[in-house]
């Protein structure tokens, strides 16, 4: 299994600002997922961050827009930049074990509204 | 990449009965498919998965089919009961140089009635 903790765990944001979200994990992981979840809706892939490259991005999710680091194996963040009330969501990080083939295990996710 | 559809979107049983979720795929090469129950408030926890080498997986109450030809899989929950009631996400992955993410279907909520 995998303890991924997560920070912060909510928070209330204004328009344009930017917020960084990290993730620590207890193990040592190769990629770690960021994804988000909007109200009531699934979960999206952002981008899949891997240690010592650039994270790569799914279609629709820009590095300008969704900055992450990983600067070792155990730790990414995931930054929201010049948010906009669209982006209130959940954001939630992610990994699986078993050499990325095994269960994908979450945080308890970063709750972001912003006004 | 992989588009996984999943249906029903909302799904109302009574207490007792059993509960099918159904989804399809895309990707003729992912191999394996996690089913995520997702209670109000808290983070998805995978409940079973199946591997592509594999027909059907059962643990007590809970089951899984995969058509690896016909590209879908389903959820079969028997005997349900009210703790059972929240989102079900499917998800399927590769596994493979292609890529090790998850990709979701839009979830069923499940609400089962006493």
């Known amino acids: 299994s995998a303890v991924i903790s997560q920070k912060p765990s909510r928070d209330i944001c204004q328009r344009g600002t930017s917020l960084t979200i990290q993730c620590q994990v207890d193990?040592?992981?190769?990629?770690m997922f960021w994804y988000r979840q909007q109200p009531g809706q699934s979960l999206t892939l952002i981008a899949t961050a891997n240690q010592g490259s650039e994270a790569t991005y799914e279609s629709g999710f820009v590095i300008d827009k969704f900055p992450i680091s990983r600067p070792n194996l155990t730790f990414s963040t995931l930054t929201v930049s010049n948010m906009s009330p669209e982006d209130s969501s959940i954001y939630l990080c992610s990994v699986r074990t078993g050499g990325n083939t095994g269960e994908l295990f979450f945080g308890e996710g970063s709750r972001l509204t912003v006004l | 990449g992989e588009n996984v559809e999943q249906h029903p979107s909302t799904l109302s049983v009574q207490e007792g009965d059993s509960a099918v979720i159904k989804c399809t795929y895309s990707?003729?090469?992912?191999?394996?498919f996690p089913w995520y129950k997702q209670e109000l408030g808290k983070r998805p926890q995978l409940i079973i998965d199946i591997r592509s080498n594999v027909g059907e997986k059962k643990d007590q109450r809970i089951a899984v089919t995969l058509n690896k030809t016909a590209k879908h899989f389903s959820l079969h929950i028997t005997e349900t009961q009210p703790e059972d009631s929240a989102v079900y996400f499917c998800?399927?992955?590769?596994?493979?140089?292609?890529?090790?993410?998850?990709?979701f279907g839009k979830g069923t909520s499940l609400l089962v009635t006493p």
């Open positions: 193990s040592q992981v190769t990629m």
């Open positions: 998800a399927a992955s590769t596994d493979s140089n292609s890529g090790y993410a998850l990709n």
């Open positions: 990707d003729s090469a992912s191999n394996y």
